[in-house]
């Protein structure tokens, strides 16, 4: 077998995969891309109501502040750590 007839054929298996095992490829796909964000940079998700939802190890360790502190939080919570000479909570 040649290598695009491989190529060709090893599409042709993804392009017939179970809806579940779609999702679980993406939902494995998700989590490591999550796993490698959290690892190399500092992370921290607001929601549409400026709510902090997550908050990585990495944003906890420079903001010295505990996930528990942190979550549930207005997003100027965040903005004073940033720049805490502004003195805004």
Known sequence: M?????????????TYMRPDQQLRASLKEIDDLKAALDEHAIVAIIDPQRIVMRVNRKFRAISKYSRQE????????????????QGRL
């Open 70 to 85: 942190l979550l549930g939080q207005d997003q100027r919570a965040i903005d004073s750590i940033r720049r805490p000479t």
């Open 2 to 14: 040649a290598f695009w007839d491989f190529c060709a054929y090893a599409g042709a298996i993804v």
